[in-house]
């Protein structure tokens, strides 16, 4: 038992447990009751692991919930006869541009920092910086227009679940 409320707690906190842990082992004597203690500690930590896997889970919908409005908002103004081309096109327009942006500052950090004066160290640090950023927002217009790596990351844990059962 005193190993579960350990493992339970951080390392800083060992000898809160020891206390804890003697602490009911002088109030309870039994091996029964002892037994009982154990029982409802699992059951107790049972409940939680259930309770934040539905978490899990409902947050999941919310996430997929928020994608599905986002698309279906996008649908609405492409399919609307009252749209402007520039309403209609302004998601292609802008994922275009960002990648586009996002590649040209690739050939800027590979092959300005080898050409005198083309990539100047003191402005090295903020076009790295902004290249991070442009990463970062390309990798979700990637994923945004052809989907996220989460449905595969899901596919490959069945499939390594499904191989470890067998």
Do not use: C
């Given at each position: 038992?005193?190993?579960?409320?350990?493992?339970?707690?951080?390392?800083?906190?060992?000898?809160?447990?020891?206390?804890?842990?003697?602490?009911?082992?002088?109030?309870?004597?039994?091996?029964?009751?002892?037994?009982?203690?154990?029982?409802?500690?699992?059951?107790a930590?049972?409940?939680?692991?259930?309770q934040?896997a539905?978490?899990?889970?409902?947050?999941?919908?919310?996430?997929?919930?928020?994608?599905?409005?986002?698309?279906?908002?996008?649908?609405?103004?492409?399919?609307?006869?009252?749209?402007?081309?520039?309403?209609?096109?302004?998601?292609p327009?802008?994922?275009?541009?960002?990648?586009?942006?996002t590649?040209?500052?690739?050939?800027?950090?590979?092959?300005g920092?080898?050409?005198?004066?083309?990539?100047?160290?003191e402005?090295?640090?903020?076009?790295i910086?902004?290249?991070?950023?442009?990463?970062?927002?390309?990798?979700?217009?990637?994923?945004?227009?052809?989907?996220?790596?989460?449905?595969?990351?899901?596919?490959?844990?069945?499939?390594?679940?499904?191989?470890k059962?067998?």
């Amino acid at each position: 038992m005193s190993n579960f409320l350990t493992s339970l707690f951080s390392s800083g906190a060992s000898s809160l447990v020891s206390a804890v842990g003697d602490a009911i082992d002088k109030v309870v004597t039994s091996d029964e009751e002892k037994k009982e203690l154990d029982n409802e500690l699992a059951k107790a930590t049972m409940q939680y692991e259930a309770q934040m896997a539905a978490f899990g889970l409902q947050e999941k919908q919310a996430y997929l919930a928020d994608v599905n409005s986002a698309r279906d908002n996008q649908s609405r103004v492409q399919e609307s006869e009252h749209a402007s081309w520039l309403a209609k096109n302004i998601h292609p327009l802008l994922a275009f541009s960002i990648m586009g942006l996002t590649f040209i500052l690739y050939t800027v950090v590979i092959y300005g920092s080898t050409k005198e004066g083309f990539l100047r160290p003191e402005t090295k640090d903020i076009v790295i910086y902004i290249l991070g950023a442009l990463t970062t927002v390309a990798t979700q217009v990637v994923s945004y227009f052809f989907g996220s790596s989460s449905g595969s990351a899901d596919k490959s844990k069945a499939l390594n679940a499904l191989a470890k059962r067998g």
